[in-house]
């Protein structure tokens, strides 16, 4: 299987700030790569797919980057609505791997 | 508007059985690939498996911790998504929720709309 490892865990950011998260491939997965955001109590909502895609509706202060084994995920300029708790995931094989997530809270 | 709603959980004992269901509506459900993900509380996502369509023969594919004990399958007629659950352990406890995968393999097999979950709990 191939491990999906985040970094960090956890961060503490305040409104207006740049926020980045990495996420690493134990082996080359190409551009098969997805960010999705998670609120408690809530669904997993899909960001980014194949590494830099933003999905249709999702603001564009998020972005996403990288290709083979490293990847990360930005977000230019964090809003109240942003602190959740994101996931990368890789749709290159099954089991499709998750990160174990980075939880973004509020400083 | 892309809906699911899953269904069925609870609480069951070591050992036990339950059947998942997941509605779906709002798309063509018989043309996508379908996933089941769980996530444990507290913990991460984790994929559990998934149902190609028809024409992929519905083949399956499962995470390894339940092959053998989970089973995925689908009724097109009905747009529904079923797991079922045999052998259950505490360790299965989790909130299960189904996705849709996205047409198009771009980026690979892709889950863009997911169900709100149901929890099952597996204690004595």
């Known amino acids: 299987d191939i491990q999906m490892t985040q970094s960090p865990s956890s961060l503490s950011a305040s409104v207006g700030d740049g926020v980045t998260i990495t996420c690493r491939a134990s082996?080359?997965?190409?551009?098969?790569l997805n960010w999705y955001q998670q609120k408690p109590g809530k669904a997993p909502k899909l960001l980014i797919s194949?590494?830099?895609s933003l999905q249709s509706g999702v603001p564009s202060r998020f972005s996403g980057s990288g290709s083979g084994t490293d990847f990360t995920l930005t977000i230019s300029s964090l809003q109240p609505e942003d602190f959740a708790t994101y996931y990368c995931?890789?749709?290159?094989?099954?089991?499709?791997?998750f990160g174990q997530g980075t939880k973004v809270e509020i400083k | 508007e892309v809906q699911l709603v899953e269904s069925g959980g609870g609480l069951v004992q070591p050992g036990g059985s339950l059947r998942l269901s997941c509605a779906a509506s709002?798309?063509?459900?018989?043309?996508?690939?379908m996933d089941w993900v769980r996530q444990a509380p507290g913990k991460g996502l984790e994929w559990v498996g998934r149902?190609?369509?028809?024409?992929?023969?519905?083949?399956?594919e499962y995470a390894a911790s339940v092959r053998g004990r989970f089973t995925i399958s689908r009724d097109d007629s009905e747009n529904s998504l079923y797991l079922q659950m045999n052998s259950l352990k505490t360790e299965d406890t989790a909130v299960y929720y189904c996705?849709?995968?996205?047409?198009?393999?771009?980026?690979?097999?892709?889950?863009?709309?997911w169900g709100q979950g149901t929890l099952v709990t597996v204690s004595s």
């Open positions: 995931q890789q749709s290159y094989n099954t089991p499709q791997t």
């Open positions: 194949a590494a830099s």
């Open positions: 709002g798309f063509t459900f018989s043309d996508h690939y």
């Open positions: 082996q080359s997965i190409s551009s098969s």
């Open positions: 996705g849709r995968v996205r047409l198009g393999t771009v980026g690979g097999r892709v889950v863009d709309y």
């Open positions: 149902t190609r369509n028809k024409a992929n023969s519905y083949a399956t």
